[in-house]
Structure formats: structure tokens, C-alpha cells
């Protein structure tokens, strides 16, 4: 079922979900008074959900215990106003598990997994039973986070699918850019009231698609500085259905993106949505680790 506003009810993730830079103090602790300007700003543009300790998040850079911080200033300051997604990625199901454990504690909306990262497990069932076994023990809503840029584990479909049928798997966020397997997941399940769980894309480059074919949502990095033109891509795509306004606002979208994030998009992407979110007294500072800011 859904709201007026085209938003699934429910224990269901839709939207224009905004995965939040983490402001950083110089020594690497989180920086709670900015994040909490940062979490006001997107809320009020409209945003549906933040995502706290994701890939752009820097979470796997954290200390322990500034995760836990984050994640808690994060929850408190929120409010419930909008659900709160909290990330987890590691480099083994064990270690994963173990901060899991810790931040469940503190009550996020949905815990965010990927598989195991800097080890490659080419082999299907090894991803999946990582996936599986991770969900099982924590026993939690939990989002599947698909980035095998990130982790250099990719999933092919079949196992994209076993994944969606887990219980505790509330969404997955697709960040592999291959639009073939994206379109078949939504080809799979083109009814949204029956999906095992929401599919989230995560490719800035095709949102506009994404939406008009079916998607539940999208989930953003560098659009936190852009929420109010994602929101109404968001309405023309997902809910009007209306073709050439997604069409355009995406194109803008994608102007606004290519302007903030310059030629060296490979190098420094990190540290020019900070500066981005520095200028427009979003954050205090555009502090990134272990990035090199760029020269200027």
C-alpha cells in the first residue's frame, strides 16, 4: 500500500533516500554539529531516509567507536522523522556481525550489509551464504548494499535474487551500474505491493530510467546537495510517470553533479561533495580520509 505522496507504507524503503557525507573533525572523530546541520538541511528538502556509515559515509574508515557515535547522534537528532539506515560493510561476516550486534543496540531503522570486501569470493554461494548468514544472526531489517566497486564482489542475478527472498531483507541497493541486471530484478517483481523487498538504484547516471521502470527509489551520495531536485525527479518518474520531466530533471541532476564534481571525478569525488556541502554551510569543513583534497 501507499501514501499519497507515492511512498510505500509500511516496513517498506521508497523515496529519495540521501546516503550523508560523515563531517569529520581533523582527528578523524565525527563531527556531530555538522552532521546534525546536514541531517536538518536534507529532511527539510524532502528527503525520505539517511543513510549513515555507507560508502560515502566513509563508514569502513571509522573507528569503531565513532561509528557507534555516529550512527547514535544520528538516530537521536532524526527523531523519527524519517528512518534512519545505518552501515556495517566489513571485510569478513564475522566482523560484520560483531558491529552489527553494537549498532542494532541503538535502534536504526534498517542495518546496511554488503558483502565481504578486499577478499574476492568469485564463487556465488560464498557471496550468498556471507549475505545469509549475516542477516540470520543479526536477525534485524536489514538492506543489501550491492557495490562491487567498493568491495570487488559481484553478484550475478540468481544470486540478487535468493538474496531478496532472505526475511529479514527489507531492500537492495543496486550500485553496480549494470542496468541489465537492474531491469531484470524490476522485470522479475513489476509490482510493487508484491515484492519480496524494494529495489533501490544507486547509479546517479540512470535514476530518471530507474524510476519510470519501476523502482522503489534511489539512494544518493553526492545528490545530499541536490535533494530538492532529486525530489522532483523523484515525482515525475516514480509517480506521474511522466517521461520527458524525468528526462529533464535528470539532465539536470547530472549537470549539478558534473559542476560540483570537476574533471578528476576518480581522485577527489569525496572531497568535492564535502567542499560542496562546505560552501553551502552544510558542514563545517571538508576534512576526508584517506583521500587527497585536491589542489586549488
Given at each position: 500500500?501507499?501514501?499519497?505522496?507515492?511512498?510505500?507504507?509500511?516496513?517498506?524503503?521508497?523515496?529519495?533516500?540521501?546516503?550523508?557525507?560523515?563531517?569529520?573533525?581533523?582527528n578523524?572523530?565525527?563531527?556531530?554539529?555538522?552532521?546534525?546541520?546536514?541531517?536538518?538541511?536534507?529532511?527539510?528538502?524532502?528527503?525520505?531516509g539517511?543513510?549513515?556509515?555507507?560508502?560515502?559515509?566513509?563508514?569502513?574508515?571509522?573507528?569503531?567507536?565513532?561509528?557507534?557515535?555516529?550512527?547514535?547522534?544520528?538516530?537521536?537528532?532524526?527523531n523519527?522523522?524519517?528512518?534512519?539506515?545505518?552501515?556495517?560493510?566489513?571485510?569478513?561476516?564475522?566482523?560484520?556481525?560483531?558491529?552489527?550486534?553494537?549498532?542494532?543496540?541503538?535502534?536504526?531503522?534498517?542495518?546496511?550489509?554488503?558483502?565481504?570486501?578486499?577478499?574476492?569470493?568469485?564463487?556465488p554461494?560464498?557471496?550468498?551464504?556471507?549475505?545469509?548468514?549475516?542477516?540470520?544472526?543479526?536477525?534485524?531489517?536489514?538492506?543489501?548494499?550491492?557495490?562491487?566497486?567498493?568491495?570487488?564482489?559481484?553478484?550475478?542475478?540468481?544470486?540478487?535474487?535468493?538474496?531478496?527472498?532472505?526475511?529479514?531483507?527489507?531492500?537492495?541497493?543496486?550500485?553496480?551500474?549494470?542496468?541489465?541486471?537492474?531491469?531484470?530484478?524490476?522485470?522479475?517483481?513489476?509490482?510493487?505491493?508484491?515484492?519480496?523487498?524494494?529495489?533501490?538504484q544507486?547509479?546517479?547516471?540512470?535514476?530518471?530510467?530507474?524510476?519510470?521502470?519501476?523502482?522503489?527509489?534511489?539512494?544518493t551520495?553526492?545528490?545530499?546537495?541536490?535533494?530538492?531536485?532529486?525530489?522532483?525527479?523523484?515525482?515525475?518518474?516514480?509517480?506521474?510517470?511522466?517521461?520527458?520531466?524525468?528526462?529533464?530533471?535528470?539532465?539536470?541532476?547530472r549537470?549539478?553533479?558534473?559542476?560540483?564534481?570537476?574533471?578528476?571525478?576518480?581522485?577527489?569525488?569525496?572531497?568535492?561533495?564535502?567542499?560542496?556541502?562546505?560552501?553551502k554551510?552544510?558542514?563545517?569543513?571538508?576534512?576526508?580520509?584517506?583521500?587527497?583534497?585536491?589542489?586549488?
Amino acid at each position: 500500500m501507499f501514501d499519497s505522496k507515492g511512498v510505500p507504507k509500511g516496513n517498506q524503503i521508497s523515496g529519495i533516500i540521501t546516503a550523508l557525507p560523515t563531517p569529520l573533525l581533523a582527528n578523524e572523530d565525527v563531527d556531530i554539529a555538522s552532521l546534525k546541520k546536514l541531517i536538518d538541511y536534507v529532511i527539510k528538502q524532502g528527503a525520505n531516509g539517511i543513510f549513515v556509515l555507507g560508502n560515502m559515509g566513509e563508514g569502513p574508515l571509522l573507528l569503531d567507536s565513532q561509528k557507534l557515535i555516529a550512527v547514535k547522534s544520528a538516530i537521536e537528532y532524526a527523531n523519527k522523522r524519517v528512518p534512519v539506515l545505518a552501515g556495517i560493510a566489513e571485510v569478513s561476516p564475522r566482523r560484520m556481525i560483531d558491529i552489527g550486534e553494537k549498532i542494532k543496540d541503538l535502534n536504526p531503522d534498517y542495518l546496511v550489509i554488503t558483502t565481504p570486501f578486499y577478499y574476492r569470493f568469485p564463487h556465488p554461494d560464498s557471496l550468498f551464504g556471507a549475505v545469509e548468514k549475516i542477516t540470520q544472526k543479526l536477525d534485524y531489517p536489514t538492506v543489501f548494499y550491492h557495490c562491487p566497486g567498493a568491495t570487488g564482489n559481484k553478484l550475478g542475478l540468481d544470486t540478487m535474487l535468493k538474496i531478496m527472498q532472505i526475511p529479514q531483507l527489507k531492500a537492495i541497493k543496486d550500485s553496480s551500474g549494470d542496468i541489465y541486471l537492474f531491469a531484470e530484478m524490476l522485470r522479475r517483481y513489476p509490482d510493487k505491493n508484491n515484492r519480496p523487498c524494494s529495489i533501490l538504484q544507486g547509479d546517479e547516471n540512470v535514476y530518471d530510467i530507474s524510476l519510470l521502470m519501476g523502482a522503489d527509489g534511489v539512494i544518493t551520495g553526492g545528490g545530499t546537495a541536490f535533494v530538492d531536485t532529486l525530489v522532483e525527479l523523484y515525482k515525475a518518474a516514480a509517480i506521474e510517470k511522466n517521461q520527458a520531466t524525468a528526462f529533464k530533471l535528470q539532465q539536470q541532476f547530472r549537470k549539478q553533479m558534473d559542476d560540483m564534481l570537476g574533471p578528476e571525478l576518480l581522485t577527489d569525488w569525496m572531497y568535492a561533495i564535502k567542499t560542496k556541502l562546505k560552501e553551502k554551510g552544510l558542514i563545517d569543513n571538508n576534512v576526508v580520509f584517506p583521500f587527497m583534497k585536491r589542489s586549488r
